[in-house]
């Protein structure tokens, strides 16, 4: 076994893009080196991202690890990629019957002896659920222990304390008797602009009963500004979670602000950033500190969209985020060798993001914080199983003035990074290919695209005098590339999507017709204006209202998601 490793680990050193990090993985785990495959499983799974059995022998480890939690996501994405991958059914099915749960058992035993009916192991243990009872009778799921993360040094203490799994233990708080490790800064960008009622956290209960962060000690709010120490439902949520830190930051008139002036109360050795909207998945500070633990100064997880069925925009915008954070951020991480940090659902090595912080003079603050990174010449990571739930506008004029912040956004960092990135010793060659693509190209091209429009009028209206054969095939071949894009996409989207909104399939096969005959061009209309405004010297921060009326108490995946009493437009 000692000798495999170590030509395994050659082969792999030689040929990192190799796939011997699966053999490589599954000989450590069985020799019981659980951080060393761990590793090698987390260093494969960044290079490959929707291979099934990447997140099959990552969900082994974790298994090991006694994290079923973890596990049972890893191998629910890799059903995702492969509905008949082996390993899989095999993995959920023992899960399952772990958890007392014979049925659920049954049903993914029996999928794996209908793919392999001769599998001894398989055979077996579905006669062991057929006719006894599960290992562990249901009911009360076992608490979870202290989780211990692979801290580098040999004076390394636990950072990292959770309290039971079930959702009616989270109000108890955090565990107490361990040094924090990590910190929830969930922002409020300002005060709430819509009918002059302040910002209630009510959203902040709902998420801090879902999230990892609800189990860690020391998680912090930076609030709207102003000279109260806090609204009645914040200080109610105070008093009943004493380990939360309501922070009210006067004359603050950004994101930006509130998260650095709460920095100073930072102690945990990760910060997760939320949105007052977003409503994390259980699990989310573990999953990310796997991340940030080897290598890995940022992570930014998949932002889902938890209103979609409130009107056509959000319908729209949900299909478009599953299409961003399923398809585009895992692929362009793979493809260029970094990630991008969003802005919310985002997790940060505290070192680094106090180092790094975030500037208010900046209308999307966290490309400007992720352009920062990257020329240090730190990595971000692309995880769409880190899932947090938040809501999209439901207006087109809401959508609109978002993006159109966002795109004079982009603008800003593109002129003030391009040529920096480009003549950085830090950056790899591949980062500056992907970065000249995202920040030079993606501004360009809507410039670019709309040059058809005069072309072709021009020719229809003058055919004696330019003559075009709509038949040949270099022009028939480029008309069908341009537009599959989009559809490709949104099967891929479809593929990958959280549950809550994969089966809303209506929603995907609506997504590519609205794209061709309307969204494209608004987006590229609004990257236009934006372009405009920042040559005008035009650059207000305005709040995104998210939604004219309050969103009804509903359950949203699953039965996870507990929406708030009250919805306040923060913006993204």
Partial sequence: MTEDIRGLTAALAADPASLVFLRLGEALRRRGQLDAAQKVALAGLNRYPHLPDAHDLYARVLADRQDFANAFDEWDMALRLDPNHLGSLKGIGFLYFQAGDAEHAREHLRAAAAIVPDDEGVLSALALVERGPAMRAPGRPEARSTVSPPTPGPSATPVLSFAPAEDDA?????????????????????????RGRDF??????????????GRATGARVADAPGPRPGSGAQLGLAATWPSLLVLPVAGSTSKAQNVNTALAEVTGRIVGLFDADHHPDPGCFERAWLWLSNGYGVVQGHCVVRNGDASWVTRMVAVEFESIYAVSHPGRSELHGN?????????????????????????????????????????????????????????????????????QGWTQVSLEYLGTALRSRRVTRRQKAGLLFMLGWRELYPWVSLQIVPLLAYALTHPREV?????????????????????????????????????????????????????????NTITRVAHLKQVMGERRWLVTARSEEPLANKDTDEGVGVAPAETCPAPT
Avoid at 374 to 388: E, N, Q, Y
């Fill in 467 to 523: 003559a075009i054969s709509w038949t040949i095939p270099i022009f028939v071949l480029s008309s069908l590339f341009a537009l599959s894009g989009s559809p490709i996409q949104t099967i891929l989207a479809y593929r990958l999507a959280a549950p809550n909104v994969r089966r809303h399939r209506n929603w995907f096969l609506a997504y590519p017709l609205w794209s061709l005959l309307f969204y494209e061009e608004f987006k």
């Fill in 339 to 407: 990630g991008i940090f969003g802005g919310s659902n985002g997790y940060w090595q505290s070192d680094l993001l106090r180092t790094v912080r975030l500037r208010g003079s900046m209308l999307t603050e966290d490309i400007d914080a992720s352009m920062r990174v990257t020329l240090r010449g730190m990595k971000i990571a692309s995880d769409p199983g880190l899932l947090s739930r938040e809501l999209a506008p439901t207006r087109l004029r809401s959508l609109a003035g978002q993006r159109l912040r966002w795109a």
């Fill in 170 to 194: 989270h109000e108890q708080g955090p565990t107490a008797g361990t040094e924090s490790a990590m910190n929830a800064l969930v922002t409020v960008d300002g005060r709430c602009h819509r």
């Fill in 200 to 213: 209630r956290t009510s959203n902040w209960a709902a998420s801090r009963r879902q999230a990892g962060a």
